[in-house]
């Protein structure tokens, strides 16, 4: 069987919630330890979906921005003094008829491009953070029940992290509060 465009399509649109970020995090528990508070997790979870990067000036390079081969970005930013934190979360959600090797291309070819300086082009809403690239990214792979069997044992072989979604993508816990009505701070 293979991967639904609607079920990555409805997997990029959940995730790119702060709140169901957490609840994919919560599936693999070392990742999830690098929240700095989940009191506040408006606070402390930054979610980019489609993630763009602005890699620095080097001795042989212009700046130059690009779009991360990733699916969702999930930064951590400390509550308090409005900064973000090192850990870097990056989500590769298995595409149609995506292989093994083409996830697994993705993940390198983002630690190519974050192998040099960069910044994060923020969402309007958390442009006022320090943004600031860092050396301590973390992949996050998301497969489907159709995923293939191969593509599982290559993460396991690869060590690379994975979890697995199921049809049901919206969590009832989480239903009520990602699409109750938010009142935006004045």
Not at 50 to 60: C, D, G, K, S
């Amino acid at each position: 069987m293979t991967v639904q465009k609607s079920n990555y399509e409805a997997s990029l649109a959940e995730y790119s919630n702060h709140l169901a970020a957490i609840a994919l995090l919560k599936q693999y528990r070392p990742y999830l330890e690098m929240i700095p508070s989940l009191r506040r997790p408006d606070e402390s979870v930054i979610t980019i979906p489609l993630p763009i990067v602005r890699l620095r000036n080097t001795a042989t390079t212009a700046p130059q921005t690009i779009c991360l081969p990733c699916d969702v970005a999930i930064l951590m930013c400390d509550p308090e003094w409005k900064i973000k934190t090192g850990a870097e979360i990056l989500v590769f959600i298995h595409r149609t008829d995506e292989d093994f090797s083409d996830l697994l291309g993705r993940w390198r070819q983002t630690q190519v491009w974050l192998d040099n300086d960069y910044e994060w082009l923020m969402p309007l809403r958390h442009s006022h953070i320090l943004s600031e690239g860092s050396n301590t990214i973390y992949p996050l792979f998301v497969v489907f029940n159709e995923t293939l069997e191969r593509i599982q044992r290559g993460f396991v072989g690869a060590e690379l992290p994975f979890i697995i979604q199921t049809s049901d993508l919206i969590l009832e816990e989480n239903f009520t509060n990602i699409f109750s009505p938010q009142i935006p701070p004045a």
